[in-house]
């Protein structure tokens, strides 16, 4: 099965500046769990919910809560993303997606067309469903 039966095409993605602020709202209000950072048409990295935590100050929204806390919210996409991801064509079998992703550990893989242009994402939950499917596990 290729990768293009299963692939998400409605891919959120942001540009390099947006404050962490907004990147953590997006996640909350969306469910989200990876956006695509892209500048002029091109992907340039991916940011996962636990960048997101990572990034944030733990003590926000305590007593403890300080300015430099707050600081944590102005950090950019740029500085968040993982650089260089780890992509796949379209035209892939599903196979080669699961394995690379292992192989990468890595929990999505941005797919692009063959002349490198973003069409979709899938992660490891869109493989598992699929293969849920195939064996009849899940209807």
């Known amino acids: 099965m290729k990768l293009s039966t299963i692939m998400k095409t409605k891919v959120v993605t942001i540009g390099m500046d947006v404050p962490l602020r907004a990147i953590s709202n997006m996640f909350q209000e969306r469910g989200l ?3 695509l950072v892209v500048e002029d048409c091109e992907l340039c990295g991916v940011i ?7 990034a944030t100050s733990p003590f926000l929204n305590t007593p403890s809560e300080q300015n430099r806390d ?3 919210l102005r950090k ?3 500085q968040l993303m993982t650089r260089n991801p780890i992509t796949i064509t379209a035209d892939a079998d599903l196979e080669d997606a699961a394995q690379l992703m292992l192989r990468k550990d890595v929990a999505c893989l941005p797919v692009l067309s063959t ?3 973003l069409v979709g994402i899938v992660t490891w939950k869109d493989l598992l469903r699929a293969y849920s499917r195939q064996t009849c596990i899940v209807p």
Do not use: F, I, Q
Not at 48 to 54: A, E, G, H, I, T
């Open 33 to 35: 769990h990876h956006v």
């Open 48 to 54: 996962s919910d636990r960048d997101v935590l990572k």
């Open 70 to 72: 707050l600081g944590t």
């Open 76 to 78: 950019k996409a740029h």
């Open 115 to 117: 002349e490198g242009k």
